[in-house]
Structures are given as C-alpha cells and as structure tokens.
C-alpha cells in the first residue's frame, strides 16, 4: 500500500511539473533579417522568422523591442533601451539610435510574469553615402529626395510618391540582386506612379528612379 501511494504522489508531482513547464514561455522566438540601408531609405520591417514555445495562441505572449543607444556613462559606451509601446510581434524602427549602427531584438514573456526571454539581434547598417548603392549614374548622391515607396514590404503593388514640385520623377527600373533589369517604366504623370509586382517572387529588389534634372536615386523593397 506504501508503494502504491508513493508511485501515486510521484506520478501526481511529474504531471504537475509536466503542466507547469507547458504553461512557460520556453523560447522567445526569432527575428530577421541584418539589413544595409542608404541614408535616405528608411528602415524595413523588423520581421518574426520563427514563433515562441509555445506560440501565441497557445499561450498569452506580451513582446517588447529593445535598441542598442549611445551611453557615454557606460563602459562601452552603449546600452540596451526598451523602446515604448511595442508590444508587437513585428516592428518598424524609424530611426537609429547609435554611432555604431542600429542593433535591435525582440523580448517575450507569457503575461503576467517576469522575466523577458531576448531572442537574436539584428543589425541595421548605414551605407556611406559614397557607396555605389546610394549613388546616381554620375557619382552624385542625391540629397533630400522627398520620395515615399509603400508599403514595403509590397505584395501586390508599389507606389512611388515623389513630393518634390519643382524636380520631376520621369521614368524608373527595378533590377534584382544581380544586377539583371527586370522592369523599365516611362512617362510617369504627376510624381506619383503604381507599378504592379504580383508576378515577382519573393526577395530583394532595388528600384532605381531617373528625374527630370537628369539624377537618380536607388531604393530597396522588398516582394513579400
């Protein structure tokens, strides 16, 4: 009879632990991609690639996103910063906070307790207006061109908006990775202009914009 209550009360605790362990965030998830922007592109999506153990709808998730900023109190001269307001599972950052590059990362915990889980980090790096991606035909970088593509990432369509009145957006290319055309667009009207991706695969593109004071500028987008 002893035996028996004592294989009773261990199986009883095993299950419990077994049912504790089901009901705590196990992993956090992971976040992508490393990102290489010219100095007038704004940031992309900050996406998940893999979900929490166990996921969102197995159990309630509350995120957070913290950024890498400057610190001149600290050592290193940096320190990690919980950004307000993103309980999201994707995120959008709007500006870089550090000399040394933009660095950000996702934290989850099941709501209602402590502490965060950190998953991966993701670098956001700055290209040198000298590179040769944030570079017109001529070498000359063009500066403060008030051109807004979105959304992007883009699934069915990509709209270019140039808000400059007194430089005209006149025609424009896409070209994949390796540098092959793939579309040629002309006689844009009135600065603003939809060119349909639905036939794209998924990936990374560059749209390369020609305006009418004979200037480029080079853009990144993303086919979701």
Request: hydrophobic share 40%.
């Amino acid at each position: 009879m002893r035996k028996l209550t004592l294989l009773l009360v261990t199986a009883y605790f095993g299950c419990s632990q077994a049912f504790a362990q089901s009901t705590m965030l196990q992993h956090p998830g992971s976040i992508c991609c490393a990102q290489e922007i010219c100095h007038f592109d704004p940031i992309e999506l900050i996406e998940e690639n893999l979900q929490t153990t166990p996921t969102e709808n197995e159990l309630p998730i509350e995120y957070a996103w913290y950024e890498l900023v400057d610190d001149t109190t600290t050592a290193t001269g940096t320190k990690w910063v919980k950004i307000p307001n993103t309980n999201m599972r994707n995120y959008q950052p709007l500006a870089i906070h550090s000399q040394f590059g933009g660095f950000f990362m996702r934290a989850a915990r099941k709501i209602g307790t402590l502490p965060y889980l950190f998953s991966n980090i993701i670098n956001v790096k700055v290209l040198s207006p000298s590179n040769p991606l944030c570079t017109s035909a001529s070498d000359e970088v063009v500066e403060g061109t008030a051109v807004v593509i979105a959304p992007n990432p883009a699934t069915t369509s990509l709209r270019v908006v140039n808000r400059q009145e007194s430089i005209l957006l006149e025609s424009f290319q896409i070209f994949d990775v390796s540098g092959k055309i793939l579309v040629t667009g002309q006689q844009i009207q009135h600065n603003n202009h939809d060119i349909d991706v639905t036939s794209f695969a998924s990936g990374l593109y560059f749209l390369q914009l020609f305006y009418s004071n004979g200037k480029t500028s080079c853009h990144k987008w993303v086919k979701s």
